[in-house]
């Protein structure tokens, strides 16, 4: 997977459509039965409004760094301006957005402690959207559609998804050759007529099939029968625990998801959606997009409540889902970024490490006090060379970058082609750099770099008895000897 592709999402311009709601979380502390009824008291301690329905497919592309325009209505209320108020900050495109009087904007309220649900209380009246509303989009389409990429279609079934303004949007994106992603509900897929790809999960699917599903090729030809019968390019079947399944052509891909603790997954459909709706204009496979879809789900379904995740937090558990801890170079900055913005303190220290020995790990252990996260730069066969003559390393940098990495001190390793390590230290600034003590008196070239950015350079402790030079050369006086 080429992850440099993800940087082209800044870029994106996407149009969504769809239900938009407020969810609000009443949150508190339970001590007490009521002595009028043997319902538990809420002790409130906070409340948290966030947007909801298609509004959290917003906040999801928002988050990622993507351009987007709105469209759709909501009341003329409180909660609408909430809405709107919300758009604004995030700097959405609101020009073809509206709100009228007669309508009144869906609130969804949610009693919780201790990250559990007791009760939900929804406020809605559904019904489709203004009749001038449509006219008005009509009138404009041209104009609605201007320089986007993709569109998203976040029916939640409260009415503003009908047939009449869903087709309009589909046949006109289709004349632009738009891709059109639609996350489902109800029965009726004849709305989503012509779309790309439809985003059914499979409490969905099953209902709209009307069949249990519970063989995997009941669910490959119902899956068929239904892309078929819409003329769907494509269909994405999210299925929890299960992860995700595509189909294409004749056939169903299966991605499984990513174990990850599950807290809440209220708003992972509209993740995978935001997801899959940011990298189909890109030159990614399709394949390629499931399975970063499946790890946005997986990241989401972690956190407590309508959640989004930012590109870097992407990227880091793209690299956090390998197996190994070494990083390529094109996407450390992305990781610690998102360590940065989860407040870890970095630390920075590099080497050859040619004939791992207890010396280096002393280091590591002292180094790994400085902060929270300790990377590693290992200098690559041609770099050691460079510092240290032909005849070095001993031991060559997949197997350097194996040992270093199978330590628990260390959190990740970077292999470094530069003879030094300015780019690199350039490239992700970390808070701190560590040095040997034997530096303290010599030129450091990227002490001045460090101090420009804020960095801090530290010195630890050697072992005096213990290095490289002195293992080899104490291994050639044995073999001498024989």
């Given amino acids: ?37 043997p319902v538990p008291v809420i002790e409130v301690e906070q409340e948290q409004i966030k947007l909801g329905g298609a509004g959290n ?52 309220t949610r009693i919780v402690s201790k990250k559990q649900q007791f009760i939900r209380i929804d406020e809605e009246k559904r019904e489709e959207l203004p009749n001038q509303y ?27 998804v009908s047939k009449k303004f869903s087709q309009l949007i589909i046949e006109e994106a289709n004349k632009r050759n738009i891709p059109i992603i639609v996350d489902p509900k109800g029965k009726d ?22 069949e249990d599903l ?22 994405i079947i999210t299925r929890s625990e299960n992860g995700i399944s595509l189909i294409k052509k ?30 189909i204009s890109t030159d990614l496979k399709l394949d390629e997009i499931c399975i970063l879809a499946n790890i946005a789900a997986s990241i989401v379904i972690s956190k407590f409540g309508t959640s989004t995740l930012t590109l870097d937090e992407l990227i880091s558990n793209i690299e956090s889902n390998t197996d190994f801890k070494l990083l390529k170079l094109v996407t450390a900055k992305y990781v610690i ?9 970095i630390v920075f220290t590099n080497g050859c490490f040619d004939m791992l020995h207890v010396g280096h790990l002393a280091s590591f252990k002292q180094a790994k006090k400085f902060g929270d996260v300790l990377i590693v730069a290992i200098n690559s066969d041609s770099s050691v060379k460079e510092n240290k003559g032909d005849l070095r390393p001993i031991i060559p940098q997949k197997d350097r970058i194996d040992m270093v990495a199978s330590l628990e001190v260390i959190d990740y390793v970077i292999l470094m082609e530069d003879k030094n390590p300015i780019n690199l230290i350039s490239m992700i600034q970390p808070d701190v750099c560590v040095k040997g003590e034997d530096w303290k008196n010599k ?16 010195f630890v402790k050697l072992h005096q008895d213990k290095s490289t030079t002195k293992i080899i050369e104490k291994v050639l006086k044995v073999y001498e000897k024989k």
Avoid at 134 to 160: F, H, M, T
Avoid at 338 to 345: I, M, P, Q, S
Wanted: net charge positive.
């Fill in 214 to 235: 519970e063989i995997e090729k009941e669910i490959l030809n119902y899956g068929l029968k239904i892309k078929e019968d819409y003329k769907l390019k494509y269909l």
């Fill in 443 to 458: 030129n450091i070239p990227e002490k001045s770099l460090i101090e420009s950015y804020g960095g801090k350079l530290e």
């Fill in 189 to 210: 897929y004849s709305k989503y007529k012509g779309a790309t790809i439809c985003t059914p999960n499979m409490k969905e699917l099953k209902e709209v099939t009307g």
């Fill in 337 to 345: 970024n998102d360590l940065k913005k989860k407040g870890k303190k």
């Fill in 57 to 108: 497919v917003i906040n999801n592309l928002t988050s990622l760094g993507i351009h987007v325009r709105a469209i759709g209505c909501v009341g003329d209320d409180v909660a609408g301006n909430t809405i709107i108020n919300n758009f604004i900050n995030q700097n959405v495109d609101i020009n073809f957005f509206k709100k009228y009087q007669e309508l009144k904007t869906i609130k969804k």
């Fill in 1 to 37: 997977m080429n992850i440099e592709k993800l940087h082209e999402i800044s870029n994106k311009n996407i149009l969504v459509f769809g239900d938009y709601m407020i969810d609000k979380y009443i949150i508190g502390k339970v001590n007490r039965i009521s002595p009028e009824a």
């Fill in 134 to 160: 449509y006219k008005y989009i009509e009138k404009y389409i041209d104009e609605v559609l201007e320089n986007i990429d993709s569109i998203v279609i976040s029916d939640y079934a409260k009415g503003a």
């Fill in 250 to 279: 004749n056939n169903k891909y299966d991605f499984p998801a990513k174990a990850k603790e599950v807290i809440d997954v209220s708003g992972a459909g509209d993740t995978v959606v935001s997801i899959i709706a940011s990298l």
